[in-house]
C-alpha cells in the first residue's frame, strides 16, 4: 500500500476536532473536485465501545456519518487552500444536513473504514457530498451530506 497523501498531523492542520472526536486517520486520495478517500482504524480502545456496547462492540452508526463529514470537511478545506486547525476561529465547516443515511452493516473494533467522499455540487460556500464507508470492500453505511464553511465564530 503506497503512503497515505496526509497523515494525522496533516489532518489535525485541517480540521479543529481532536481526541475523542477526531475520526479520520488518513487521507488515502484526492480527486480535485470530484472525491476524496479517508480510513479509520477502528480499536477496541474507542471510548464509545465502552457503552456502546460492552459485550458486542459496535461503531455507532452516527459517529460513522460524522466521520464521513470530517473527510468531506478535509476536502472542501483543500479545495479551497484553507485550513481550519485547532486555533483558527476564522474558518470553519460546519455540518449542516443529512439525507439518505443507511446502516448496511456493523462497524466493530479492528475494522479500518474506508471512507470515500463524492462531490455533489459546491455554491459559494455550500457544499453537498455522497459518502459510502465501506469495511473489506463491503459497504456498511453510506448517506449525503451538506456543509457550510463560515466564521467559526
Not at 61 to 70: F, R, S
Not at 99 to 105: C, E, H, P, S
Not at 118 to 147: C, H, P, T, Y
Request: aromatic share 10%.
Amino acid at each position: 500500500m503506497s503512503a497515505p497523501l496526509m497523515d494525522i498531523q496533516q489532518i489535525m492542520s485541517y480540521l479543529p476536532h481532536r481526541y475523542p472526536f477526531l475520526l479520520v486517520d488518513k487521507i488515502l486520495e484526492i480527486r480535485p473536485g470530484k472525491s476524496i478517500v479517508g480510513s479509520k482504524n477502528v480499536t477496541y480502545n474507542e471510548p464509545f465501545f465502552g457503552g456502546h456496547f460492552p459485550t458486542n462492540p459496535v461503531m455507532p452508526g452516527v459517529l460513522i456519518i460524522e466521520a464521513m463529514a470530517q473527510v468531506g470537511g478535509i476536502f472542501a478545506l483543500d479545495a479551497l487552500g484553507l485550513k481550519a486547525g485547532a486555533t483558527d476561529t476564522e474558518t470553519q465547516i460546519f455540518f449542516m444536513t443529512i439525507d439518505k443515511a443507511r446502516f448496511r452493516k456493523p462497524v466493530r473494533p479492528g475494522d479500518i473504514l474506508i471512507m470515500t467522499i463524492r462531490l455533489i455540487n459546491q455554491r459559494r460556500n455550500f457544499w453537498k457530498f455522497s459518502g459510502r464507508a465501506e469495511v473489506d470492500g463491503v459497504l456498511v453505511s453510506e448517506a449525503n451530506m451538506m456543509a457550510s464553511i463560515g466564521d467559526g465564530k
